[in-house]
């Protein structure tokens, strides 16, 4: 492999850039888009305050893969295309391929209950099949206690890391219920070692690590000498803190393995190019999971399964002490991007997707704003045929439905999802893409794919038109074709969405300003381009993201403006509203927060307001170093949904941190009275006994 090496700075952070590495190297003008990358790096590292980050993509016989920052900042060790990093969940897909390794050689029975393998397990009030333990569907809990379960400092082997759950109750019967567990997958690291007589690190290595040349990937072990291994680090406020030593042996098949970023590729381009799995397993593998009441999970085997912009794509992540991991694999396109990242809780995404984008020069996600509330659910429709429909035909060459149950399927759409009643209209809309909603989106999406192909369309331009060009391209090749021999849309749909495409077609190419600019520059640029317009570029994600670092650097002023231009522009926006209801909240702005948010819940109940979004804005703050500001955030999430139990659990923690004991045993019990076998009920009822709320004999 041939290698350079070469310095660079992102603002006070200097950043000494480890080799970047090439198979074939890249082209002359994909290196001079690699080139700005390495700025991008630095000053997205500088304002998360990453230490260290390998990241790199493979594509045909190009790979490339670069370090940045330091794998060890008190030694000054740089990070390298080496760099050996905890790959944690990403774990679970080399898992479910030596699963189906065994299942292939007639070993493992999918269907089979998992204590045919692993006898010791207790058997549960229902089944637990192997299959269901691939997609998270066999009722088996995550942590429970965990300020236990997250911090074992002492090795476990494969008997005492199943003993850590083996009497937990099901939270659901198998089937039923998506709950996303490492257990579930340590249960298959049982199963691996039943069937094959090894040890699950000596399988993978035999079978899956080192017939994809994955040298470099290992069991982690604190006692081992692992060459390049990262330190890894938390945010205590600004300031790097090492991470807390947690022996990860306990989460083995789930999340105990090392590897570099080189290694993670060759595992991502070795699936997709059938080298370990046939083309029958590869193809169940990535098939997305449905519950028996027919809600898809957007997971497979291994993988989460979800299409991206209109693209068939595979993915999984991983987040624990030390590390973040992110692998993303485009089959079709023969593209895996990889990262990792030796910094807690931050966002590896990102990086992959400016990757993405770098590779191919296509967005990543067209985020596309429609200003006309009676059109909007004519671009809903739009973007689930898109999504579905493209990606599928991406993936395949084979029709999803046939001739009659398309039409059907068009007919379905005409009649539900555009009907007058515009609240069954949106349940239907959005139970569309699963087999409950009969998978109409995809049936008719797929169809539309297909037809626009066979017409001539490149499918690749719609990753820049997006759903509004695909949609529109189809109803024109419809309007032309011959009576009956294409399946139409209602003709209001048509019409809704010739018009909205034209809009599109006007705005599109608005893009958000690469240099720095004040909020009253982007007001007077952004209000005179989008006035008049019914579909323009939604650019509430930079807005907040503009916010949020005003709100870091004490400006508070600007912070609010940024979310007041966001209302103004996108005044039918869950997300814009949200982000003013947060903003006025950390300016302690409380019961005009409230409304804001209030308002954002009025325009999607699933939204940014919801339960799990402003949860997940809590910890985000949290491991920013803002603890007082997430727990304001609980606070006002209590008071909107304030029967969600998993909510004062979150708000419990926060006050615990905080000191603020008696406040944190009334929000526990306030969780137990409302679901007393919530996820985390067993650690809260510990949590209240540690903190002196009850003895054992009194806990319920």
């Known amino acids: 492999m041939q290698s350079s090496k070469y310095y660079c700075f992102a603002g006070a952070l200097a950043l000494l850039c480890g080799a970047a590495q090439a198979a074939s190297p890249p082209s002359a003008a994909l290196a001079a888009r690699l080139a700005d990358f390495d700025g991008w790096v630095a000053q997205r590292m500088g304002a998360e305050r990453i230490p260290g980050v390998t990241v790199g993509f493979s594509q045909g016989d190009v790979e490339w893969v670069k370090g940045y920052g330091y794998a060890d900042v008190e030694n000054r060790v740089p990070a390298t295309a080496e760099s050996s990093y905890r790959l944690a969940s990403v774990t679970k897909p080399m898992t479910a391929v030596a699963i189906l390794q065994l299942v292939e050689q007639g070993k493992v029975d999918l269907d089979a209950p998992v204590q045919t393998y692993v006898p010791y397990f207790p058997v549960k009030p229902f089944p637990v099949t192997v299959r269901q333990l691939l997609g998270h569907l066999g009722g088996i809990d995550a942590y429970r206690d965990s300020r236990v379960e997250q911090h074992f400092k002492e090795h476990k082997d494969t008997r005492q890391s199943i003993a850590v759950f083996e009497q937990f ?108 799995l046939s083309a029958a397993s590869v193809a169940a593998m990535v098939q997305p999971m449905a519950t028996r009441a027919g809600r898809l999970t957007n997971y497979g085997m291994g993988w989460e399964i979800l299409p991206t912009g209109g693209r068939y794509a595979i993915a999984h992540g991983g987040q624990q002490p030390e590390t973040v991991t992110y692998l993303y694999s485009f089959p079709s396109r023969k593209l895996t991007i990889a990262v990792a990242a030796n910094l807690e809780r931050v966002n590896p995404e990102a990086f992959v997707q400016r990757l993405f984008e770098v590779v191919t020069g296509e967005p990543w996600q067209l985020n596309t704003y429609i200003a006309d509330a009676g059109a909007q659910r004519a671009y809903q429709v739009a973007q689930g045929l898109f999504e579905e429909g493209r990606a599928y035909v991406e993936r395949t060459d084979q029709a999803y439905a046939d001739a009659a149950a398309t039409r059907a399927a068009f ?184 409304a804001a948010l209030r308002l954002a819940l009025a325009r999607d109940p699933l939204g940014a307001a919801s339960p799990a979004a402003l949860n997940l804005e809590a910890y985000r703050l949290k491991s920013s170093g803002a603890v007082t500001q997430g727990m304001a955030v609980l606070q006002a999430a209590v008071s909107l949904h304030p029967r969600d139990a998993n909510l004062h659990d979150s708000l419990a923690e926060f006050y615990v941190e905080q000191g603020l004991r008696p406040q944190a045993v009334e929000a526990y019990r306030q969780a137990l009275q409302l679901d007393p076998r919530y996820p985390g009920a067993v650690g809260a009822r510990a949590a209240i006994i540690r903190l002196g709320g009850e003895t054992k004999a009194q806990a319920p």
Do not use: C
């Not at 090894?198 to 399988?203: I, L, M, P, V």
């Not at 890894?232 to 990860?248: H, P, Q, S």
């Not at 699963?434 to 192909?453: D, I």
């Not at 009576?483 to 849309?489: L, S």
């Open 411 to 594: 007919t379905h759409i005409n009649r539900q999802a555009l009907a007058p009643d515009a609240q069954a209209a949106r349940a239907y809309i959005e139970a569309a893409r699963h087999p409950a909603g009969g998978r109409v989106f995809l049936a008719a999406g797929a169809s539309m794919a297909r037809a626009l192909r066979e017409s001539g369309a490149d499918l690749h331009q719609y990753s820049r038109g997006g759903a509004l060009a695909f949609a529109r391209d189809y109803v024109r090749l419809s309007q032309d074709a011959k009576a009956g021999t294409v399946p139409r849309f209602d003709p209001a749909f048509e019409q809704a969405i010739v018009a909205l495409a034209a809009s599109w077609d006007r705005t599109a190419a608005i893009a958000w300003p690469q240099a720095p600019a004040t909020v009253a520059e982007l007001d007077g640029r952004l209000r005179a381009a989008f006035r008049g317009q019914r579909a323009y570029p939604d650019f509430v994600p930079e807005l907040q993201e503009l916010a949020q670092a005003s709100a870091a650097r004490g400006e508070a002023e600007a912070a609010l403006a940024a979310s007041r231009l966001a209302v103004a522009l996108y005044p039918l926006s869950d997300r814009a509203h949200a982000l003013q209801g947060l903003t006025l909240l950390r300016a302690g702005k409380w019961e005009s927060a409230l």
């Open 169 to 276: 109750d099901l939270v659901a019967e198998p089937g039923t219920r998506f709950r996303y567990t490492s257990y579930g997958y340590n249960l298959l690291g049982a199963v691996i070692e039943a069937a094959s007589g090894e040890s699950y690190g000596g399988y993978m290595r035999r079978h899956v690590w080192g017939p994809l040349g994955m040298d470099a990937t290992v069991m982690d072990d604190p006692d081992a000498v692992i060459a390049h291994r990262v330190r890894g680090y938390r945010l205590d406020g600004k300031e790097w803190k090492n991470a807390e030593f947690v022996d990860i042996s306990s989460r083995f098949s789930a999340g105990g393995t090392r590897a570099s970023v080189p290694d993670m590729l060759a595992f991502g381009r070795g699936v997709h190019a059938g080298k370990i």
